[in-house]
């Protein structure tokens, strides 16, 4: 007897870790009776159809969610006519809270296991394997002849860690499985969710099960042998209990390997002081967290049944940002109750004011199960009847200003979160009243331009922020390329210098300060001491020194001069000297990825 177990991932780089996680809970005797198989949604839906049928499965389970529900649905149509007599089974948020709806739809489907799914599967491939049960007995289960008794919640406790089981064949010499190499690898120390935020399905049951530190700490120290990249805990909730986050916080910092990424979803408002100061003595790079604000204003958070103390979470964003060490990953969410356009952009402007490495601008997702679902009509919220069942218009926020969020969304996801304008920005903000303001100028100006049809290449960005910039402050123009060009050389060490970044570099006295500076590098070691062995000229294509008129590095020290007469905003342009920056890329910050950048020295020209 051969199943099946299907998943159908957003990306390649994801993995699904509840089939991975199905197959351990089987066990030793069942788990040779248990294949996997993971595609992506990107994949040709008959390449998918191709595999299966090629592994001609007895049956078939498929992991549904909103992102790939639709390619399943598919598959479900097509795979009766190839595999008649392969039972198919789904389970997965996506059909949990609908399962007699779906087997309706898709008469084809022998049954769905709603909810927590490791016992159910194993007690149903018990079943498969001698018959022993009839599937009316199981628990967990809808069948076409309705549902079975609900089963208890799982100890979290008793689930095996399932990147320790499997197949021996899928080791590799690197250590992981196979199947996670180059993948992001999710870790669960907890199931539920102390709150009720009314999107979301964790509020259904406030009950949290905690894996025992112990146990996670071993867990955790098989990731930092094999020096997995990022674990992203999917806990809805990591620090809604302060012994548990203090516990493994307070390990895999004792226990750092250098190299190892941990994900943390968090309530900022909660964290306590110790927490706070054990964060701040990780290593950079080591710590990521994503802090869910949604929305500052009041009478939202009321609607969507969130506590949040703004004041307290303010003050722990920037506790944490003190430190200079962990990512910060905020969101927000359009289309709540009671938010209107200027309700959403003072939100924008107090979270941005906050300074997050990312700004997630994400639109709600009106999702089967969650009790804002049966709030719809009451908030007047349209939203797509196909996943991702997202908000189309509600009482407070029409479509087209829906649409024009969206294209504010795409400004700040090419901008702000690329990180790749990070002097910029901050000089370009200045000519607008407020943030939110300068990226709805933008997005209207990519709109004019027809940008958002023919989307610019990377480095064309660039140019189309000056070209944006010298439209709302045209007098400041040399200051707007100095600081592109310094963004551009954090970035990488481009070797087809851009046009807007001028001609400067190519000056005889600037090109004889740049030779004689690596030729005295090459002697001296003074700024690169780590390229013992290379020669000047090789000094000079592996970093780049860029000269510099203005302190682009500090935008905050550059002088603009308001003029009354026409209320221009005028920088002023007495020449300060030259100054070059020294950009070093085999020397990069582990949280920002930018090159160690030394200022070297100004001389006048």
């Known amino acids: 007897m051969r199943f099946l177990l299907a998943a159908v991932n957003a990306k390649y780089i ?30 040709e839906m008959q390449d ?69 799914g490791e016992a159910t599967f194993r007690e149903l491939m018990q079943w498969y394997v001698d018959a022993e049960a009839l599937p009316e007995q199981i628990p967990g289960l809808c069948l076409p002849s309705g ?39 999710y870790y669960e120390s907890s199931r539920g969710c102390p709150y009720r935020c009314s999107y979301c399905l964790s509020a259904i049951d406030k009950r949290v099960r905690l894996r025992e530190p112990e146990t996670v700490k071993r867990e955790l120290q098989f990731f930092l042998d094999k020096q997995v990249a990022r674990v992203k805990f999917v806990d809805r909730t990591f620090n809604c209990d302060h012994g548990h986050a203090m516990a493994i916080w307070q390990y895999i910092h004792e226990h750092d390997n250098g190299v190892t990424n941990f994900h943390f979803e968090i309530e900022a408002d909660i964290l306590r002081e110790d927490e706070i100061a054990l964060l701040n003595r990780m290593r950079p790079g080591q710590v990521q967290l994503e ?3 949604q929305s500052v204003h009041l009478k939202t958070l009321q609607a969507i049944c969130r506590r949040t103390d703004l004041e307290r979470l303010e003050r722990a964003v920037a506790d944490i940002h003190r430190g200079h060490n962990i990512h910060q990953h905020l969101d927000l969410i359009a289309g709540l109750p009671y938010e209107n356009y200027e ?39 349209a939203y797509l009847d196909e996943p991702p069942y997202e908000v189309l218009y509600t009482n407070w926020l029409s479509y087209e200003e829906m649409l024009r969020l969206k294209r504010i969304e795409e400004m700040v996801e090419r901008y702000y979160n690329s990180s790749q304008f990070t002097h910029t920005l901050p000089f370009l903000e200045r000519v ?13 100006y990519y709109e004019e331009q027809g940008f958002f049809v023919e989307s610019p290449a990377r480095a064309h960005r660039y140019e189309l922020l000056l070209e944006f910039a010298l439209k709302w402050d045209g007098a400041n123009g040399d200051i ?22 001028g001609h400067l570099r190519e000056q005889p006295e600037v090109k004889a300060f740049i030779r004689e500076f690596f030729q005295r590098e090459e002697r001296e070691r003074r700024f690169l001491p780590s390229y013992e062995g290379y020669d000047w000229k090789q000094l000079s294509r592996m970093t780049h020194l860029e000269p ?33 920056v020294l950009f070093d890329y085999h020397d990069r910050s582990p949280l920002t990825g930018e090159a160690r950048t030394q200022v070297i020295e100004s001389c006048r020209i």
């Open 432 to 444: 607008f009243d407020h943030p939110f303001a300068m990226y709805e100028a933008l997005a209207d």
């Open 480 to 501: 707007y390329r100095e600081l592109l060009t310094y963004d551009l050389y954090l970035r990488e060490n481009m070797k087809s210098r851009p046009e807007f970044a």
């Open 343 to 381: 309700s959403f952009a003072r939100s924008f402007n107090r979270v941005y004011a906050m300074k997050p490495q990312q700004l997630q601008l994400g639109f709600l997702k009106v999702l089967k199960g969650a009790p804002i679902a049966q709030m719809a009509d009451e908030f007047g919220i």
């Open 48 to 116: 998918i159809l191709a595999d299966i049928y090629n592994r001609r499965p007895d049956a078939l389970g498929f992991s549904c969610y909103i992102w790939n529900w639709n390619r399943i649905r598919e598959l479900l149509r097509e795979l009766p006519k190839l595999l008649p007599d392969t039972d198919i089974w789904l389970g997965g948020p996506e059909v949990s809270f609908d399962a007699p709806g779906i087997l309706k739809s898709f008469p084809q489907v022998k049954g769905v296991m709603v909810g927590e």
């Open 147 to 185: 549902y079975t008794p609900q089963r208890e919640l799982l100890d979290l406790n008793k689930l095996p860690f399932l990147y320790a089981a499997g197949k021996a064949e899928e080791s590799e010499a690197a250590g992981l499985l196979a199947p996670f190499a180059n993948r992001i690898v």
């Open 548 to 580: 510099f008129r203005y302190t682009v590095w500090n935008p905050a020290d550059i002088t603009v001069c308001t003029h009354p007469a026409d209320g221009t905003d005028r920088t002023d342009h007495a020449d300060a000297g030259m100054q070059y």
């Open 14 to 43: 994801h993995s699904n870790p509840a089939v991975y996680s199905l197959r351990a809970y089987a066990g030793e005797d069942l788990q040779p009776h248990i294949d996997l198989a993971e595609y992506t949604i990107n994949q």
């Open 291 to 293: 802090i869910g604000v």
